[in-house]
């Protein structure tokens, strides 16, 4: 029985860390989802702008 709570416990340590994991990675693609559609944006307003220099 000892060993089945050795093995949950580590299993959920592992599944915490997977999690954790995947959560900076999702973090991190929303992030850069984010920073390129201001770069868009920008580069939009650029393109709007800079012929009536």
Do not use: E, H, W
């Amino acid at each position: 029985m000892a060993l089945i709570d050795d093995f949950s416990i580590t299993l959920n340590y592992n599944c915490l860390i997977v999690f954790t994991f995947l959560d900076t990675i999702l973090s991190s693609i929303y992030a850069v989802i984010i920073m390129g559609q201001n770069l868009r944006t920008m580069l939009i307003l650029v393109l709007l702008f800079s012929p009536k220099r």
